[in-house]
């Protein structure tokens, strides 16, 4: 079993990976966006396609993927981003925080339709999402989600509840009582999906460097290891990794997120799985898992392990405690019983959590800087998304996305230490021990100590 450098996804693309040279001397560019991932590149694309005229420099510390974007469970997915009631303010109705998950829900088939155009294979397979249910209580937050999604106005046709034979049709996981679906995803390979979209921001003349980490920036200026890099302004896309850089450490808590795939799975034991309509696939359980089926039938599923490092530091080569990667398989084995599953490779990353565990689009005028991200583990659609919002802003298009619920500032920054050490790891123990407690106990009531769990994260 491969454990680390960075992920499966990259490791199996590497050819893919386009190398680009560093940033020397000194550079002028009407924007300057710091990162490569999804938000630094899909602002960038949408800065061009807004403004084919505009000078656009994305810097990036590594490679173009590096970060979450090159890691992710690959879900182009629709679902919720954000907390909706913490979206809402004096200015921001109810009406533009739905309207912002309409947009998701758009943009999910926007990008694969528009890597379809560019010609760009990124696996992609339009099969909904799925989030099944294995006991009462978690039916019956499922039942309690759907009815607050119908309060904000979701249709039946935007999201529904199928009945567990339904749901077993889909995916034979033995004792699902039900389910959560939406058509809003499309499965993709992540890392052919951020090289598609470098190379795209290539072509269109979006000038990436690589290997060209920012030291600091002010006022529209960015020092790097070998020069300056002057805008009008610049983006900051760094989202997890945004608490690296000096005085930021608490904007964004760096939540890691933990990765197994499968080696390929033999033709004959897919009637034992099902699984042929490639829905994006998750549980209701408090210590949450998602998965998907891959385009050379191997199984990939992630999961909560060791949450966060102490001060916020960050993770390097990827690479995944033991614990973690047993934790996954018993997840796996316990959805696929009777089928021979054999781990191939572990991984994990970071993604942001702001303190309110919703977007942000920032735009700070006097200081021509704009941060964005906080996708809180719903950033492949986000980002798109909040990309396409940010020039908008920067070009002054008279647009919905730049006035929209996102649009605000950001939100206060997380506790300092220890207690956001142990509060992330308390409420990891809390959501192992409820998840445990409710599968002995039965009954549909949410245990209280998840219930603690989640008014503790903020959530
Ligand atoms: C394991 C895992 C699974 C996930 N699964 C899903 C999923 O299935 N669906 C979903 O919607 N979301 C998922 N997410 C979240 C999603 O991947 C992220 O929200 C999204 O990729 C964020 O994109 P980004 O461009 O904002 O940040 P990133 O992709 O993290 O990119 C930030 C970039 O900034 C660069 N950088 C950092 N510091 C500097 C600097 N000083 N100078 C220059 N560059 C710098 C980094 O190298 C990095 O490339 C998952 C995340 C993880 C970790």
């Not at 490779?345 to 689009?361: A, M, N």
């Not at 992330?424 to 409710?438: C, F, G, L, N, P």
């Amino acid at each position: 079993m491969k454990n680390g450098n960075l992920s499966f996804w990259l490791d199996s693309t590497r050819s893919l990976s386009r190398p680009r040279p560093r940033a020397e001397g000194t550079i002028y560019a009407d924007v300057v966006i710091i990162g490569g991932g999804y938000t630094g590149l899909w602002t960038a694309y949408w800065l061009k396609k807004n403004d084919p005229s505009i000078k656009v420099v994305v810097l990036e510390k590594e490679f173009v993927g590096y970060g979450a974007s090159g890691r992710n469970g690959g879900w182009i997915s629709g679902k919720t981003v954000g907390i909706r009631r913490n979206l809402l303010s004096n200015s921001v109705s109810a009406g533009q925080v739905v309207d912002m998950e309409r947009a998701c829900h758009r943009a999910v088939f926007e990008i694969d339709d528009l890597m379809r155009s560019e010609g760009k294979d990124i696996d992609a397979v339009r099969g909904g999402w799925m989030q099944i249910a294995r006991n009462e209580s978690e039916l019956s937050r499922l039942r309690q989600h759907l009815e607050n999604d119908r309060k904000w106005g979701l249709t039946e046709d935007e999201v529904r509840m199928l009945a567990g034979s339904e749901a077993y049709d889909r995916v034979h996981v033995p004792e699902v009582l039900g389910a959560l679906f939406s058509p809003f995803a499309v499965k993709c390979n992540p890392a052919k999906l951020v090289y598609a979209l470098g190379e795209i921001c290539d072509d269109l003349g979006v000038k990436i460097y690589e290997n060209s980490p920012v030291e600091e920036f002010s006022d529209g200026d960015c020092r790097t290891t070998r020069g300056h890099v002057h805008g009008t302004v610049v983006v900051l896309a760094t989202e997890a990794y945004t608490a690296a850089f000096p005085g930021r450490r608490r904007d964004l808590l760096p939540m890691i997120s933990s990765m197994v795939v499968t080696e390929p799975i033999a033709e004959e034991h897919w009637d034992a799985i099902g699984w042929s309509g490639y829905e994006c696939l998750s549980g209701a359980q408090h210590m949450y898992f998602y998965a998907q089926r891959t385009a050379d039938n191997r199984i990939a599923i992630g999961g909560r392990g060791v949450p966060y490092f102490w001060r916020s530091n960050l993770d390097k080569s990827g690479e995944l405690d033991p614990g973690t990667t047993s934790q996954l398989n018993r997840i796996l084995s316990g959805l696929f019983p009777n089928v021979p599953l054999e781990i191939a490779h572990s991984w994990r990353g970071v993604l942001g959590v702001p303190r309110d565990w919703s977007p942000f689009i920032d735009h700070i005028k006097r200081n021509r800087l704009i941060r964005v991200g906080g996708y809180a583990g719903q950033g492949v659609t986000a980002a798109y998304v909040a990309g396409r919002s940010v020039a908008d802003i920067i070009t002054e298009k008279d647009s919905s996305l730049a006035q929209s619920a996102w649009v605000r500032e950001h939100p206060r920054k997380w506790e300092a230490e220890p207690l956001r050490w142990i509060g992330s790891r308390s409420v990891q123990m809390m959501y192992k021990a409820a998840d445990t407690i409710e599968y002995r106990r039965g009954g549909e009531e949410t245990s209280v100590l998840g219930r603690l769990a989640t008014k503790i994260s903020g959530r």
